[in-house]
C-alpha cells in the first residue's frame, strides 16, 4: 500500500467515526422535501403533515459499507404548534448509531391573510443517541481491543430558527448545543459535537412556467472550525397530478488536506456532486440521488439515496406562493 492510498483509508478511517457520531450526518437529503430532518423549526410548518422515509448507502453488497435510514413525522400541533419525531439507523464500518429524535417547534404568524406566507418558526430537538463499536471481528494486536461489542448511550438538544416569507426561506440551526462524552469514544472524539447550519433559498417563476430554486447549505463545526458549503439548484414543472423536480447539489470544503504525490505535496478539498429527481405523484413522494466524490484522491463507489414520502392531514388552504417546503 503506498502512502497515498494509505493516507486515504487513514482519513476515511477519522471522518468516518466524526461523522457517525454527531448524531444524523448532514447529507443532501433535506433537498427531498425533507428540511425538518436537519432544521426542527420546520416541524409543522408546512400545509400537510409529512411522513419521509430515507435509505442512503454506498459500496452495495458489502455488510459493512456505510447506510443511513431515517424514518421522519412532523405535522401541525394547533393553529401555533408543531411536533415531530425522527428515527434513524448509521452503520459506518464497525461504528454504528440509534437514535431518536423528539421536536416542538412554534410558529409565529405575521400575514394579514389566510394566503399569505410570513411565518417565524421556533424549535427544539432532544434526542436519544446509542452508539456502538464492534470489535469482536478485530485481530488481538492491541491491548485496548478487547473483541467485545462496546455501547454507550447520551441525549442532546437541537435548537434552530426558521423564516419563510413567500418564495423566501432562511434557517439557522445549532446541532448537539450539549457537550456529551461516551467513552467508547475518549480518545479520539472530543467532547463538543456542537455544528452551526445556516441555509436560505429563493423560489423563481410561477405555476404556468419551469420553476427554479437556489438555495444554499453553509456548515459549521465548533470543536474542528472546519467549513463547507452546499451550492443547490432544483427546477421544478408542475403537472396534472402533482409536480416533477430535479437539480444538483455541490458541496465543497474550504479546509484543505495535504498529501504526498510523487515526492511533492498536494492538497485537496472534500468535494461532492449530487443530481436530484424527484416526483411528488398526489400526496406521495419519490426522490433518487446520487453522491459523487470529485477530486484525485478517491474511494470506489458513490452513495446512493432513495426517499419515499407522504403528505397527510392537510388542513388549510395552500399558502399564494412558490413555496414547495411549505405547500
Not at 482519513?11 to 433535506?30: C, M, N, P, R, W
Not at 417547534?105 to 430537538?125: E, K, P, T, W, Y
Not at 485496548?144 to 439557522?172: C, M, P, W
Amino acid at each position: 500500500m503506498n502512502f497515498k492510498r494509505g493516507y486515504l483509508v487513514l482519513l476515511l478511517f477519522i471522518s468516518q467515526i466524526s461523522f457517525s457520531q454527531e448524531g444524523i450526518a448532514v447529507y443532501t437529503d433535506y433537498l427531498s422535501d425533507n428540511y425538518y430532518l436537519i432544521h426542527p423549526s420546520m416541524a409543522g410548518a408546512a400545509n400537510c403533515a409529512k411522513v419521509r422515509l430515507t435509505a442512503r448507502q454506498q459500496w452495495f453488497g458489502d455488510d459493512k459499507a456505510p447506510a443511513l435510514q431515517t424514518a421522519s413525522f412532523n405535522g401541525s400541533l394547533g393553529e401555533q404548534s408543531g411536533g415531530g419525531i425522527i428515527l434513524f439507523n448509521d452503520r459506518n464500518g464497525y461504528h454504528s448509531q440509534k437514535g431518536v429524535k423528539l421536536t416542538y417547534a412554534h410558529h409565529i404568524m405575521f400575514s394579514r391573510s389566510d394566503v399569505d406566507l410570513n411565518q417565524l418558526s421556533f424549535g427544539m430537538s432532544v434526542g436519544l443517541i446509542q452508539s456502538q463499536l464492534d470489535q469482536s471481528e478485530f485481530e488481538d494486536f492491541d491491548p485496548i481491543v478487547d473483541g467485545r461489542i462496546q455501547k454507550d448511550s447520551y441525549f442532546n438538544v437541537d435548537i434552530g430558527a426558521s423564516y419563510n416569507y413567500l418564495e423566501f426561506y432562511t434557517h439557522l440551526t445549532v446541532k448537539n448545543v450539549l457537550e456529551s462524552r461516551r467513552d467508547i469514544y475518549t480518545d479520539i472524539e472530543p467532547d463538543n459535537l456542537r455544528k452551526l447550519l445556516f441555509s436560505a433559498g429563493y423560489v423563481f417563476g410561477d405555476s404556468d412556467r419551469l420553476q427554479w430554486e437556489p438555495s444554499f447549505l453553509f456548515q459549521y463545526t465548533d470543536e474542528t472550525k472546519e467549513k463547507s458549503i452546499d451550492l443547490n439548484i432544483k427546477l421544478y414543472k408542475d403537472l396534472d397530478f402533482g409536480k416533477l423536480w430535479g437539480g444538483f447539489s455541490y458541496r465543497r470544503s474550504f479546509d484543505a488536506t495535504q498529501y504526498e504525490d510523487n515526492g511533492s505535496i498536494s492538497s485537496q478539498r472534500l468535494q461532492y456532486l449530487t443530481p436530484i429527481v424527484g416526483l411528488n405523484y398526489n400526496n406521495l413522494v419519490f426522490a433518487y440521488q446520487y453522491s459523487h466524490l470529485l477530486g484525485d484522491i478517491q474511494y470506489a463507489g458513490g452513495f446512493h439515496q432513495f426517499t419515499l414520502g407522504i403528505n397527510l392531514f392537510c388542513k388549510r388552504e395552500k399558502w399564494d406562493c412558490n413555496c414547495p417546503a411549505i405547500n
